[in-house]
């Protein structure tokens, strides 16, 4: 078989790649499994939720996908409140930058079932299928055999196996921290805010979601030490969720009345990570090339902006050269390479200077939130560098 691109991977990152070339007219086909999303449930939510900035809603809104989203499924974020570990607190309201919003809170299994329909409307070519080697500028894959193709982009996640397979280089740093997610009812209204708070056992952040039928919801994304959430993971459910409770009533002091659990717990591993965006015939985007923090909520943002910069710069290529060509994937390499870098400092840096308990650093990092909260065009960067993204 033989395709111009091959995008391998059907995430938000594959399947948004795929469409951002097929609506460029490049010829363009999908390597993965497909993907199963169940009906949305009105009384349940995806455990994952993603902050889309406003630069990625923009380029939702241009791949004809955005408008498709349930609007009753999305939460918008009118403000943020970040709690230092001291007494530091800095707020930052859309107001303040003249924003309607400063992002927008939306599940992951809505965005990817509107993305699968959009591949299928488009036409584009599905192969349920999964790489299972590279070599001299093919895919084997798993079950069809040899797949020649121009480019082949890897969107197949942090473990990817086009990556792999092909040899890129790629580093990998654990954090030590695990990932927790949850639902959870708010005994007060969360009025738009995504809530925040570094301690000492990692970082508590509350997302708004849209109100349920038993009153007001918030997503919880804790970045905890791996030891106190092994042993969370490791309770029987209703000790589980007594035990979350407590933690989050001692973590939030009442910020938004008494929380309750409403779903499962989910824990991941975190890690930074980078590899090598660009080589003759490849290109990684999303996880597959990059993975920060999520302390800023922005690992998503930063593959969708892999996604338009590689099918602006593929699709804008001279007529002469190939989609693979490596002075084209060097380009897209190029492009990426300090908006990536940039958020990969900020957020490695935030997690170091939180993560030290030295009385110096506790006090110049709490003396700088209070510092932040009384400048307002300081507040007016922030808010703009976040919505770039």
């Not at 084997?140 to 942090?158: C, K």
């Amino acid at each position: 078989m033989n395709y111009q691109i091959v995008v391998c991977g059907a995430g938000i990152v594959g399947l948004s790649t795929a469409l951002a070339l097929a609506r460029r007219g490049q010829r363009v086909a999908v390597l993965a499994p497909r993907a199963a999303v169940p009906p949305a449930d009105p009384n349940q939510y995806h455990p994952r939720v993603y902050a889309i900035s406003p630069a990625s809603q923009r380029f939702l809104a241009g791949l004809g996908v955005w408008d498709a989203l349930p609007a009753a499924r999305i939460a918008s974020v009118q403000s943020m409140e970040i709690h230092g570990d001291g007494d530091g607190l800095v707020r930052l309201n859309a107001w303040q930058a003249a924003l309607p919003q400063l992002a927008w809170i939306v599940e992951s299994g809505e965005i990817e079932r509107v993305l699968i329909q959009a591949v299928r409307m488009f036409g584009i070519p599905w192969l349920e299928d999964r790489c299972a080697g590279y070599a001299e500028g093919a895919v084997e894959t798993a079950n069809s055999g040899r797949i020649e193709a121009e480019l082949f982009v890897g969107a197949d996640g942090a473990a990817s196996p086009l990556r792999e397979a092909a040899g890129l280089k790629h580093e990998a740093v654990s954090y030590e921290d695990t990932g927790l997610v949850a639902h959870l009812d708010a005994g007060r209204p969360h009025q738009g805010a995504a809530i925040q708070w570094f301690r000492d056992d990692g970082v508590l952040a509350l997302l708004p979601m849209p109100d349920t039928a038993g009153g007001p919801q918030v997503s919880m994304v804790w970045s905890m030490r791996s030891a106190l959430a092994a042993e969370l993971l490791a309770l029987p459910a209703d000790a589980q969720r007594a035990r979350l409770e407590t933690l989050l009533e001692q973590a939030t002091h009442g910020r938004l009345g008494g929380l309750r659990v409403r779903s499962p717990l989910h824990g991941f591993p975190l890690t930074l990570e980078r590899a090598q965006m660009a080589a003759p015939g490849i290109a990684l985007a999303g996880d597959a090339a990059h993975r920060l923090h999520p302390l800023a909520g922005q690992g998503l943002n930063l593959g969708l902006g892999d996604v338009e910069a590689l099918a602006r710069i593929v699709a804008g290529r001279e007529p002469y050269r190939k989609a693979g060509d490596l002075r084209v994937l060097h380009r897209y390499q190029r492009a990426r390479a300090e908006p990536v870098l940039a958020m990969r400092l900020a957020t490695d840096g935030l997690h170091k200077l939180f993560g030290s308990r030295a009385a110096p650093l506790a006090w110049l990092r709490n003396a700088g939130m209070h510092w932040v909260e009384q400048a307002p065009f300081v507040k007016r960067r922030l808010i703009a560098g976040a919505s770039a993204n």
